[in-house]
């Protein structure tokens, strides 16, 4: 692929088995014209907003692409709805998420896309996985590093490393 903007998307999971969601999706992405460089861990997080729900499995993934950021998003949105996610619920349970968090250095506002993701500093969820690829990576808007933006989230909320259960060997 020639070299496009460098990106990093935020792809997240709470129903049926969350981390082949998350796998799933990442597979679809070269499809949808983008380039995945490196991928963090995956991480178990509890709901923020709407709290009654199943955990997610989350993560983060560093591409590239040749796309605008509205192309970007409605790639994006094709993924979740290939892959049978529908938002009932606002901040809700979702087989799969996906959100842009950063597009180069771009700062993009318009009604239908934010970018810098403009919750993504109040988001443990969210920093903890872009800390682990990027941490000296500088915030376009407000000059912060990724690490520096971890450490003073007021999100407080669990985030762990995740390891799929082992499975059961005889011995």
């Known amino acids: 692929m020639p070299e496009g903007k460098l990106i990093y998307l935020s792809l997240g999971s709470n129903l049926g088995d969350r981390a082949a969601n998350l796998e799933r ?14 991928r963090s861990s995956l991480y178990e997080t509890e709901p923020l907003d709407f709290r009654a729900q199943p955990w997610f499995l989350n993560c983060v993934v560093e591409g590239q ?4 950021p509205r192309q970007l998003l409605h790639a994006l949105q094709g993924i979740e709805r290939r892959l049978g996610s529908r938002k009932l619920i606002p901040r809700g349970p979702r087989i799969i998420d996906l959100d842009i968090l950063l597009y ?34 500088h915030h376009p808007a407000l000059g912060a590093t990724i690490a520096e933006l971890l450490a003073a989230t007021p999100d407080k909320s669990s985030v762990r490393p995740w390891q799929p259960p082992a499975s059961d060997v005889p011995s």
């Open 104 to 137: 180069g250095t771009s700062i993009v506002r318009t009604p239908e896309i934010e970018v810098p993701h403009p919750r993504m500093t109040g988001r443990r969820f969210v920093l903890a996985p872009l800390a682990e690829l990027a941490p000296g990576l």
């Open 65 to 68: 692409t040749l796309l605008l």
């Open 25 to 38: 999706a990442i597979a679809a992405l070269p499809e949808a014209g983008v380039h995945v460089l490196r």
